[in-house]
């Protein structure tokens, strides 16, 4: 069974740092891009960041690009997302997704998200 | 950057009814499109990837179809289940992204 368990989440103040973690099992996680989406409160999805299975291919949404820094352990069966720069816009639950293939293309499971506030 | 717009926002429907949601996207995406359901308080699930190959487990009343810029989520009759919001999302460029949503309600 697929579980991914997210963590790092918290309550930031604007303009400084979190780092996300994404522990995953169940499966080979060196054989699937990973991605990161986020739900800010009451709203949809948005795409955030993804990494193919070897970090050959990354790419980030526009609204993060520059701040948002993505990255995996294949080794420790993990995924990260370094946050820098963080603004009240970027408050939301983020999700940590399995892709579906090597290359950054749809997610297929979904972890049950950590929750990020940016406020003074 | 391409834009996914949903339509319509919500959707009341009866339960046994068919459903019909659209997704449209700003430049052409080919079949590189996929359909997500998402219940309150729940993850986003996986229904429908490359326009119309259904995932693992979904049942055959979820169809999808089109392809280019204009896409189609079909529930031939729905089930109580089934009222929850959709998204679609475009997998074809860099960004990739998610169309706003589309809320199924119970009418």
């Known amino acids: 069974e697929v579980q991914l368990v997210e963590s790092g989440g918290g309550l930031v103040q604007p303009g400084r740092s979190l780092r996300l973690s994404c522990a995953a099992s169940?499966?080979?996680?060196?054989?699937?891009?990973m991605h990161w989406v986020r739900q800010a409160p009451g709203k949809g999805l948005e795409w955030v960041s993804g990494i193919s299975w070897n970090s050959g291919s990354i790419g980030y949404a526009d609204s993060v690009k520059g701040r948002f820094t993505i990255s995996r352990d294949n080794a420790k069966n993990s995924l990260y997302l370094q946050m820098n720069s963080l603004r009240a816009e970027d408050t939301a639950l983020y999700y940590c997704?399995?892709?579906?293939?090597?290359?950054?293309?749809?997610?297929?499971?979904w972890g049950q998200g950590t929750l990020v506030t940016v406020s003074s | 950057e391409i834009v996914m717009t949903q339509s319509p926002a919500t959707l009341s429907v009866s339960p046994g009814e068919r459903a019909t949601l659209s997704c449209r996207a700003s430049q052409s995406v080919s079949s590189n499109l996929a359909w997500y359901q998402q219940k309150p308080g729940q993850a986003p699930r996986l229904l429908i990837y490359?326009?119309?190959t259904r995932a693992t487990g979904i049942p055959a009343r979820f169809s999808g179809s089109g392809s280019g810029t204009e896409f189609t989520l079909t529930i031939s009759s729905l089930q109580s289940e089934d009222f929850a919001v959709y998204y679609c999302?475009?997998?074809?460029?860099?960004?990739?992204?998610f169309g706003g949503g589309t809320k199924v309600e119970i009418k």
């Open positions: 169940g499966f080979t996680f060196d054989d699937y891009a």
């Open positions: 997704a399995k892709g579906a293939e090597q290359l950054v293309r749809m997610p297929d499971y």
């Open positions: 999302q475009q997998y074809n460029n860099w960004p990739r992204a």
């Open positions: 490359g326009a119309s």
